[in-house]
């Protein structure tokens, strides 16, 4: 079983796909024949660094396509008042007193730093099918977690910003 995809991410990784094998190999290869031109291989770092631009977008592409055929195709709808994929949730983190923001979308979208958290992250895992008021604890471990409240659910539906995960 591989990635759990929603029809979305499965569009983002075709075109990525399609803009690499087109756009992206055309001009490496272009590239990697420029610096061949130049004469000496053995002593050539351009031509290197060309070849090595050249197999990174190959090397991609793979990666992608591999993704794609062991892909588990997931839907992306909830109940409007519980908590689903491409949801933004406010919680309040009682053990710090502190309100953040997140929207949960797929692990292959799932960036903490831009505030997108993966359904399958143990937060993620916690409040999907939850609703605003509900006190959820959040597990680390058997030992361990901690408590969040909901404080609000906003069903957003603009993935435009988000970008499928490198590797």
């Known amino acids: 079983m591989g990635e759990k995809l929603t029809k979305s991410d499965v569009q983002k990784i075709q075109d990525e796909i399609e803009y690499r094998k087109l756009v992206v190999r055309k001009k490496e290869i272009e590239a990697v024949q420029e610096a061949r031109a130049q004469g000496d291989l053995s002593e050539n770092y351009e031509y290197k660094a060309a070849k090595q631009d050249k197999n990174s977008n190959e090397s991609r592409i793979r990666y992608l396509e591999r993704m794609l055929k062991n892909a588990e195709i997931i839907s992306d709808e909830s109940k ?44 993620g895992m916690a409040l999907k099918g939850h609703k605003t008021g509900d006190r959820v604890w959040v597990s680390l471990s058997p030992d361990s977690g901690y408590y969040v409240q909901i404080r609000g659910i906003d069903k957003t539906n603009d993935e435009s910003g988000d970008t499928i995960r490198k590797y």
């Open 80 to 123: 409007d008042d519980e908590v689903g994929l491409n949801n933004t949730v406010e919680l309040y983190f009682e053990e710090d007193d502190e309100v953040e923001s997140y929207r949960l979308v797929t692990s292959v979208r799932g960036n903490s730093m831009e505030g997108r958290i993966s359904i399958e992250s143990p937060l």
